[in-house]
């Protein structure tokens, strides 16, 4: 599977953002696709995730309310709309794919993600 992510950039604090992620070669391994984010110095951090089989979403607690994970099978994109921006949310943003179940807890086990985009960069000031 390739993943490759694009629209990252800046923004101002408290505007928006849309970040895609395109998909191809064998999908049906990518079950639950996630995105996470790093910050130079700082751990990689689970962001927000989907279940295809069901389409159930999970967010960090950080994100929650302000950030929406999607996708669009048709298309095999994932996307992560980034509203109500903070300085915080500076990081390189990465989506990961596993073909198994996903869950919150998921979003705190990057080793188990077998697959993963280059990431793009997000900047907020």
């Known amino acids: 599977v390739q993943l490759v992510e694009s629209g990252g950039g800046s923004g101002q604090p408290g505007g928006s953002l849309r970040l895609s992620c395109g998909a191809s070669?064998?999908?049906?391994?990518?079950?639950?696709m996630a995105w996470f984010r790093q910050a130079p110095g700082k751990e990689r951090e689970g962001v927000a995730a989907?279940?295809?089989?069901?389409?159930?979403?999970f967010y960090a607690d950080s994100v929650k309310g302000r950030f929406t994970i999607s996708q669009d099978s048709a298309e095999n994109t994932l996307y992560l709309h980034m509203n109500s921006l903070k300085p915080d949310d500076t990081s390189m943003y990465y989506c990961?794919?596993?073909?198994?179940?996903?869950?919150?807890?998921?979003?705190?086990?990057?080793?188990?993600?077998?697959?993963w985009g280059q990431g793009t960069q997000v900047t907020v000031s």
């Open positions: 990961a794919g596993r073909g198994a179940v996903c869950s919150d807890y998921y979003l705190s086990r990057a080793d188990v993600f077998p697959h």
């Open positions: 070669g064998n999908t049906y391994s990518t079950n639950c």
């Open positions: 989907i279940y295809s089989a069901g389409g159930n979403t």
